[in-house]
Structure formats: structure tokens, C-alpha cells
């Protein structure tokens, strides 16, 4: 039986054009693909964990499996919209399915346990806002442990399994509000498909935005926002009001849910207020009402609850506005790029070449779309804000050359590149797909996505975080269930939560996460340099005492202090077979042998130390 036909307008660029084509054309045959790619990148994690070196070929060939059939159909004229749209959503659940993969059996991303041990928080204790000692700005958002706790309320998932439903509906959510807002800007379901994949190439899309983490959640919800904010100037009475209560549920949820993502949606709220005003010479006010709401939300939420926030981010965006201004005095020398400064590792040729060619692509057809948005779009207040947005890109990459600076220039690509990615669809289609149509011209574009998808992500993420890392323990380094997990249980079964625990800072997120402790981590309050003293001295004993510590826990393994990597592996490997690399025996050990101290528990890399005795004495 034949196939039905349908018909569809599509934007060719030039002009409208009728296209027919086959009700599913070649969506199963490109879902056969992806299922296949998704494959090789699990073999790519398999061997990961077995540290085969052909582990990481394996992980980039699937990547690029997944996005060349995708991108070469895409951009494609012939393609109807409904095509376009699953298309999108095909490819970017396969991109979850890839970070669901990296961690399959549980949260290992440091952030992912913060937000784990507010969840817990939230079902034990029934309230809101409860202590989380290792992250404590994480507790004063509470969206994601409401959304969490109550599917785990109302069902028999574990945490871990609502966690992973949450996020993945919140990623289907956020491709369809892509899709929908850049469709509704362009009138073009080719230039809204192409502007949603390349949305996709931003360093944090892969893993950043699709951890278990508030922003993973408060992100969709802005870009919800965005479109009703669109949809409702073309809508009057009634649908109008009905626009305004939903666009009112997405901003009062961003608020409530992660602090960053509430400050640049009322910022672009603003924004797009002000375009309008000035366009219209006052006669039209744009989303006014719910720009006023979101500043008012915002602003009350950070006095009255999250103040906190305060203190979190300013050290982060001063430093960097310090840091670039420190480079530009010469002051500070500018950092060097592909180079780590705690490891020395310096990345090899090919992903500099990559990184390089991906941000000189973005930077080449900036203005070409810009132009372009000029020319058909500059009426569309929302489109010329975002055109600012993408612009932005390019003093924001100056952060990238100070040490202080880089992280907050790659933590804000998933903001950028909602800009970025239109503008770019745009160039792309009218400087290129419509004036060199075929085969050809799609099968480079999709070179042109790779190019951006890999310099992305090698920009973004160092190599030990792109794929999992082996499980060492003593008598099999591959295959058994982390000794932090079982001694942070432990704690909590056998002492009790809420102690005072002072711990490296990895396994102060699992004794946060699993154990219901209070961990004191860090460099703030001396824990660091007491760990890596080679003995316990007056200084170390202060430090207990100060803190009101209980309870120690030390890793004889060199544990990591490092934020980004997940804390399930060990972060530092000085040879191919991944040996374990043990810290000094009387830096490890110091706590042995002391008088009063008790050795509560030895799991064979772990101890756990009774360190109350120290609290009756006084402060020397």
C-alpha cells in the first residue's frame, strides 16, 4: 500500500514553495541511524569504563553518526514541518539518551548531588528549603526537589529514576519551545528547524544542561516564556489572557528554580519592553506587565528568600570583570588556552584546530545573519533582541583568556546561543542552502554542524568529563559500586544524620547526597590544608573545634577537589592502565594513633575518624 502524500508550504529563502512528500519520507530509515550511532557511543562508555584507548574514537564517530543524517535532512527545502519538528525532537533525546549512558545507574555530576540530597530533604522532612551544607544556594530554589519529590510521592520511581524522567521531559519541552519561538520569528519551519539543531552545538547542551540540576529545568521554562511572549502580540481578548496566565506560570517557575535563568530572561524581558517603546516612539509598550512582574518576583525572592544568591555569584562575576581588567592593564597575564593550570594538560592539535574552527564559524556568519535580520526581520522586536544577544558573543569569548573568567564565558552558551543560533539558521539559509541547493551543499552544512557540536564541546568540557571513568576499587578496578557510596550510608545508618563531617570534597557530596550529613569541605574554613597536612598539630586541632567537626572522613586514594568531573572515578590518572594513585602514608594516616581518636571505620581506602575528643579541650 502506498504511502499518503501531503502538502506543505515551506520557505525556500527566495519564496514560498509547495513541496510534496511521503507522510514519514525518511524519519524511520534516520531513527534506524540514530539507534545505530546510540550504540557505538554506548560501546564508547563500556569501554570508558574499561579504559580502552579506542574508547574516545568510538564516542566522536557516534556523535557525528547522530547529527550527519539529521543536519543533511534538515536542510533540505523538500521537508515538511512536521518532519522538521520530529527530526528535532529524534536528535536531541538521542543527545540525552548519550548523557543518560555517561552515568546509567546513578547521579554522578557533583551538581547532580546537591540537588539529590534536596530532594531528600524535601521527602524526609516535608518542608521546603531545608540545609544542604556543600551547595547551600542550591536549597533556596526549590523547583526541581517539588517536581521530583512529588513524582516520587505519587509513584514507585526512585529518586534517581524521577530525576531522569524530569529532565528528559524538561528537554522535550525545551526543543518544541525552540522550535516553535523560532518559527514564529522567521516564518519558516526550515529556518526553525536548522536554528533548533544549531541551538544544539552550544558547550553546555550535551552534559551542563542536561544534568540534574535547577538550571537543566528553569531553562525550558524561560524559553516557554519567550514564545508566549511572541504568540500573545498577535492574539486579542480572551486567548490573549489566557497567553499572559501562562506565560505567568513559566516566570513565576524560572524564579522559583534557579536564580541565573530568572536574571537574564527578566533582563531580555526588558529588553524587548524597551526595543518597543523606542521602535514605536512609546506607542507600544511590549510584554511591559510581564517584565514589571519578573523584576518584582525576582527582586523579592532574592531579598526574602535567597539572599544568599548574593554572596554565591558575586565573587564569580567580579573576578571576572577584575580579571579582564587586570589582562587589559597587563597586570595578569592572559591565560593560555588548551592548557590546564592545575594538570598541565595541553590538548592535542586536532581539538584545537576543532575549538578554533567553531568559534571562527560562529564569528563568520554572525554578520550575515545580523544583515539578513536587517533586511526581512528588523520589524520583529524579539528577533533584533536576539540579534543583540547573539552579539554579545564575541566580548564574552575575552573571558575565555583569563583564568578567572573562562567559566562564566562557557557557562553562558546556552543563554547566548539561543541568539546565536537563529541568526546563524538565517545566514545559512539565505546565503547558502537557497543559493547552492543539493546534496552537496547539505552534506557540507552538516560538516558545518559537526564542526560547531565538536568545537563546542571540546571548548567546554576537558577530556576526563566527556566520558565515564573506570570504577577502581582494590581487587577489581572495573566492576564494583564505589566505596564513598557505601561508607556515606553507612553514617546515616550506623551514626545518625546531621553530624558535623569534615570530608575532601568528594566524598562530602556523596555524604551530603547519601548520607544526610553536614560536610565541611573546601578551603573556607581550613579543611582543605588540614587534610594535606602531614600532621595534627594546633592549627588542625583549631580547625575542628572552630567548625564543631565530629566525625572525619579521609580517602588514602588522591581523591579530587575538582567541580566539574563526576565524583564517582578518580580524576588523575599518570599512566594508560589507570593505576590508582595513593596520597602519603602519614598525611593519609595522621589521625592514627592519637590519643582519645577512634577509628570508627576502615573500608580499605576509606577511614572514618571519632575526632569529639578535640571539642573538650580549648582553642590554642
Known amino acids: 500500500m502506498k504511502r499518503e502524500t501531503i502538502v506543505a508550504a515551506q520557505y525556500t529563502g527566495r519564496s514560498s514553495k509547495v513541496a510534496k512528500c511521503e507522510r514519514w519520507s525518511w524519519l524511520p530509515e534516520i531513527a534506524f541511524l540514530e539507534s545505530l550511532s546510540l550504540l557505538v557511543i554506548a560501546q564508547a562508555c563500556v569501554g570508558a569504563r574499561a579504559a580502552r584507548p579506542s574508547a574516545e574514537l568510538h564516542f566522536w564517530i557516534g556523535l557525528v553518526m547522530l547529527i550527519v543524517p539529521v543536519a543533511v535532512r534538515l536542510a533540505s527545502a523538500e521537508v515538511v514541518r512536521n518532519e522538521r519538528i520530529a527530526l528535532v525532537v529524534l536528535l536531541g533525546m538521542a ?38 551544607p556543600v551547595q547551600p544556594v542550591t536549597a533556596l530554589y526549590p523547583g526541581l526537589p517539588i517536581v521530583t519529590g512529588t513524582l516520587v510521592s505519587l509513584s514507585d520511581f526512585s529518586t534517581f529514576s524521577a530525576g531522569i524522567l524530569v529532565i528528559g521531559a524538561a528537554r522535550l519541552v525545551l526543543f518544541l519551545a525552540l522550535y516553535l519561538l523560532f518559527e514564529r520569528l522567521s516564518d519558516s519551519a526550515r529556518v526553525a528547524g536548522l536554528a533548533t539543531l544549531l541551538y544544539m552545538t552550544n558547550p553546555n547542551f550535551l552534559y551542563w544542561t542536561a544534568e ?4 537543566s529545568l528553569a531553562l525550558p521554562l524561560a524559553i516557554v516564556v519567550l514564545f508566549v511572549v511572541v504568540r500573545r502580540e498577535t492574539t486579542r481578548g480572551y486567548d490573549r489572557v489566557a497567553w499572559t496566565i501562562i506565560a505567568l506560570l513559566g516566570l513565576l517557575g524560572v524564579v522559583t528554580t534557579h536564580h541565573m535563568t530568572s536574571y537574564v530572561l527578566t533582563g531580555l524581558l526588558w529588553l524587548i519592553t524597551v526595543f518597543s517603546i523606542g521602535r514605536s516612539r512609546g506607542k507600544q509598550r511590549g510584554p511591559w506587565d510581564l517584565a514589571f512582574i519578573a523584576l518584582s518576583a525576582t527582586v523579592a525572592w532574592l531579598i526574602f528568600v535567597a539572599h544568599f544568591t548574593i554572596n554565591y555569584l558575586s565573587p564569580v562575576l567580579g573576578g571576572a570583570v577584575r580579571a579582564i581588567l587586570d589582562v587589559a592593564a597587563r597586570e595578569e597575564a592572559s591565560r593560555q588556552l588548551f592548557k590546564s593550570a592545575s594538570t598541565g594538560y595541553v590538548a592535542p592539535l586536532w581539538e584545537r584546530l576543532t575549538a578554533i574552527s567553531s568559534v571562527g564559524l560562529v564569528a563568520l556568519g554572525l554578520p550575515f545573519g545580523t544583515f539578513e535580520i536587517w533586511r526581512r526581520h528588523r520589524n520583529s522586536v524579539v528577533a533584533l533582541v536576539l540579534t543583540a544577544v547573539a552579539l554579545t558573543y564575541f566580548p564574552v569569548q575575552l573571558l575565555r583568556l583569563t583564568s578567572a573568567g573562562w567559566e562564566v564565558a562557557n557557562r553562558s552558551s546556552e543563554f547566548l546561543f539561543v541568539g546565536i543560533s537563529f541568526v546563524l539558521a538565517l545566514a545559512t539559509v539565505k546565503f547558502w542552502l537557497s543559493r547552492w541547493p543539493g546534496a552537496i551543499s547539505n552534506l557540507l552544512h552538516a560538516g558545518f554542524v559537526v564542526t560547531l557540536f565538536c568545537g563546542g564541546l571540546v571548548a567546554g568540557w576537558p577530556p576526563k568529563a566527556r566520558l565515564p571513568r573506570p570504577y577502581i576499587v582494590a581487587a577489581n578496578r572495573h566492576l564494583v559500586e564505589p566505596q564513598g557510596v557505601a561508607v556515606a550510608k553507612w553514617t546515616l545508618d550506623s551514626l545518625g544524620p546531621g553530624h558535623r563531617v569534615a570530608a575532601d570534597r568528594s566524598s562530602a557530596k556523596l555524604l551530603g547526597a547519601y548520607g544526610g550529613q553536614h560536610p565541611f569541605t573546601g578551603s573556607k574554613h581550613g579543611i582543605e590544608a588540614m587534610f594535606f597536612s602531614d600532621n595534627v598539630g594546633p592549627s588542625q586541632r583549631n580547625i575542628i573545634r572552630k567548625t564543631g567537626v565530629q566525625y572525619i572522613v579521609s580517602d588514602r586514594r588522591l581523591t579530587s577537589w575538582d567541580h566539574m568531573i563526576g565524583l564517582y572515578f578518580f580524576n588523575r590518572e599518570n599512566s594508560p592502565s589507570w593505576e590508582l594513585e595513593f596520597i602519603e602514608t602519614n598525611i593519609s594516616a595522621k589521625f592514627d594513633g592519637q590519643k582519645d581518636v577512634s577509628r570508627i571505620l576502615d573500608s580499605g581506602h576509606i577511614a572514618v575518624y571519632d575526632v569529639g575528643t578535640y571539642h573538650e579541650s580549648p582553642i590554642e
Open 95 to 132: 543527545f540525552y539518551l548519550v548523557k543518560v549512558m555517561h552515568s546509567p545507574v546513578a547521579f554522578t555530576f557533583p551538581d547532580e548531588l546537591s540537588h539529590l540530597r534536596n530532594v531528600r530533604e524535601v521527602l524526609e522532612t516535608h518542608h521546603l528549603f531545608g540545609e544542604n
Open 212 to 215: 540534574y540540576a535547577y538550571e
